[in-house]
């Protein structure tokens, strides 16, 4: 396993030799939206009983951050790889298929946990809820950043230039996570919004993860465990097939 050790100690440096950037920077912007948005709707939103509306925006700006840099830490290190040809110094060591997988993965959890832990001691300033069953908190966020950083990964694969790689986070990461529960509960939505949203996965990921905070959630937690999960797993398969044939890498 010594390849994947230097693998992922190689990828943790990477975000963190350009900390402001990678984490401080991500961390700002969580603190923003909370600013803006809990000073304009604290007094006029109440989304779950017992809870206030500043309460119940951090678990889903802790998430929205985690899970968009985990997506950026893998996208933009194999793009950045393919683009500049360092990519063959991957390749060239005998690295197995699982250990290139595994270590680009596990250190975009680890940057997704590093800005979601600095969002939540920002947090302490305002309102930081409780922590109702901790357990559920740490098993979304690993699943939601390990399938974002999964995604990413397949992005980065897919992706032959920048803008293809920004197309692929504008017009879909960015939708889906904005739109996904973040900033209100979708039982505020329409009934046809309502439903809209339940075909979107990263709302279950949200609604999940913050379950774990109140121990209120718009739909029961072990479906959207079941849907974060088989989604999970129907990513890494495919991440790990394109990784296996070697598309856009090898050849």
Same mark, same amino acid.
């Given at each position: 396993?010594?390849?994947?050790?230097?693998?992922f100690?190689?990828?943790?440096?990477?975000?963190?030799?350009?900390?402001?950037?990678?984490?401080?920077?991500p961390?700002?912007? &969580?603190?923003?939206?909370?600013?803006?948005? !809990?000073?304009?709707?604290?007094?006029?939103?109440?989304?779950?009983?017992?809870? =206030?509306?500043?309460?119940?925006l951090?678990?889903?700006?802790?998430?929205?951050?985690?899970?968009?840099?985990?997506?950026?830490?893998?996208?933009? !290190?194999? +793009?950045?790889?393919?683009?500049?040809? =360092?990519m063959?110094?991957?390749?060239?060591?005998?690295? !197995?298929?699982f250990?290139?997988? #595994?270590?680009?993965?596990? &250190?975009? +959890?680890?940057?997704?946990?590093?800005?979601?832990?600095? $969002?939540?001691?920002?947090?302490? %300033?305002?309102?930081?809820?409780?922590?109702?069953?901790?357990?559920? +908190?740490?098993?979304?966020?690993?699943?939601?950043?390990?399938?974002?950083?999964?995604?990413?990964?397949?992005?980065?694969?897919?992706?032959?230039?920048?803008?293809?790689?920004?197309?692929?986070?504008?017009?879909?990461?960015?939708?889906?996570?904005?739109?996904?529960?973040?900033?209100?509960? %979708?039982?505020?939505?329409?009934?046809?919004?309502?439903?809209? !949203?339940?075909?979107?996965?990263?709302?279950?990921?949200?609604d999940?993860?913050?379950?774990?905070?109140?121990?209120?959630?718009?739909?029961?937690?072990?479906?959207?465990? #079941? $849907? $974060?999960?088989? #989604?999970?797993?129907?990513?890494?398969?495919?991440?790990? #097939?394109?990784?296996?044939?070697?598309y856009?890498?090898?050849?």
């Amino acid at each position: 396993m010594t390849g994947f050790y230097t693998l992922f100690y190689k990828e943790i440096l990477r975000f963190w030799k350009v900390g402001f950037q990678t984490v401080a920077a991500p961390i700002l912007t &969580a603190l923003m939206y909370l600013l803006v948005f !809990s000073q304009v709707l604290a007094d006029r939103v109440q989304p779950l009983a017992g809870v =206030s509306y500043t309460a119940f925006l951090i678990p889903g700006l802790m998430m929205m951050s985690m899970l968009q840099n985990a997506f950026a830490n893998t996208s933009s !290190s194999i +793009i950045q790889s393919k683009i500049t040809g =360092s990519m063959v110094f991957v390749l060239l060591p005998p690295l !197995s298929h699982f250990e290139f997988f #595994s270590a680009y993965t596990l &250190a975009a +959890i680890v940057r997704g946990l590093v800005v979601g832990l600095g $969002v939540s001691l920002t947090a302490l %300033i305002f309102d930081m809820p409780s922590l109702k069953y901790p357990l559920w +908190i740490l098993i979304f966020a690993l699943l939601g950043c390990g399938i974002m950083a999964v995604l990413g990964m397949i992005a980065g694969i897919w992706a032959e230039k920048f803008d293809q790689l920004a197309a692929f986070q504008n017009f879909l990461i960015m939708p889906l996570t904005f739109l996904s529960g973040v900033f209100y509960s %979708i039982h505020s939505l329409p009934s046809f919004w309502q439903k809209v !949203s339940h075909f979107n996965p990263v709302f279950y990921m949200i609604d999940g993860f913050r379950y774990g905070f109140f121990g209120q959630s718009d739909v029961n937690p072990w479906l959207s465990l #079941s $849907v $974060v999960g088989f #989604s999970l797993l129907i990513l890494a398969a495919m991440a790990f #097939s394109l990784i296996k044939s070697g598309y856009k890498i090898r050849r």
